[in-house]
């Protein structure tokens, strides 16, 4: 099913938030136009002739007017707080992490096993906490300061590629887990699969596969898990 939806899976273009909030506040200019206009309107044509109103008045504007321009400047900052809100929340959701945090005060990435050894040597070794690195708002656990330190040297070239998701789901515009257990090391990259199923289906077409993926990844890296 996975190899049927990256073969004929479309790719949605996505609309920019700042494309979305601007037509919102369009919608709402022309709102305030259309209903403050009515409130200037002339009255009929009167024989009678009336004594003008006092210059002060003439600067206030209708009671009408001065409601309808508190209500949209609250709704603009209500919309303004939202999505100011949401932003941090779809920036975790670029990598792969554990529920909840470690003691770092981040949450825990690659299942807290030791990126160094598995990018190198291929072989999944338990890390430890009291090697922690972080990096980018996530803990990477390590076997040894040793594995630790050339980490942090250079976590670019050691940590997994799409924020350690599922190589072959990305390619399908999703964001599965990425299994350690189901890696592999192409050109010193580290990636990852989210079973063994799904790693001997991306064996048989590997470079495709990951080619899907990198043009893939920039569309798909700052949306939310629930939103793919």
């Known amino acids: 099913m996975l190899q049927q939806e990256l073969l ?11 494309v979305f909030c601007l037509l919102i506040f369009q ?3 022309k709102f305030t ?66 529920t909840g945090i470690t003691t770092a005060g981040v949450p825990l990435g690659l299942h807290g096993v ?19 690195v972080v990096e980018d708002g996530v803990a990477y656990y390590f076997a040894s300061e040793d594995s630790a330190n050339k980490f942090k040297a250079n976590p670019a070239m050691y940590a ?6 599922c190589a072959y789901a990305v390619a399908l515009g999703k964001k599965f887990d990425g299994d350690p257990q189901y890696a592999d090391i192409v050109d010193g990259k580290l990636y990852l699969f989210v ?16 080619a ?6 920039p ?3 700052h949306k939310a898990v629930g939103d793919l």
């Open 219 to 221: 569309r798909i890296e």
């Open 114 to 132: 030791d990126a160094v050894a598995l990018t190198t040597l291929n072989a999944v070794a338990e890390g430890d906490a009291q090697y922690t």
């Open 33 to 98: 136009v259309q209903e403050t206009s009515d409130v200037h309107r002339l009255p009929d044509a009167s024989p009678v002739r009336q004594a003008p109103s006092p210059p002060s008045l003439w600067l206030q504007p209708p009671k009408k007017e001065i409601e309808m321009s508190r209500t949209i400047t609250l709704s603009t900052m209500v919309m303004a707080a939202a999505i100011a809100t949401a932003m941090p929340a779809a920036a975790e959701d670029e990598y792969n992490v554990s």
């Open 160 to 165: 997994p590629q799409y924020g350690g998701f």
């Open 212 to 217: 899907k993926a990198e043009r893939t990844w």
């Open 195 to 210: 079973n063994a199923e799904i790693f001997e289906k991306y064996k048989k077409d590997s470079k495709r596969i990951l």
């Open 8 to 18: 004929f899976s479309p790719e949605p273009e996505i609309v920019p938030a700042h």
């Open 27 to 29: 919608v709402s200019l």
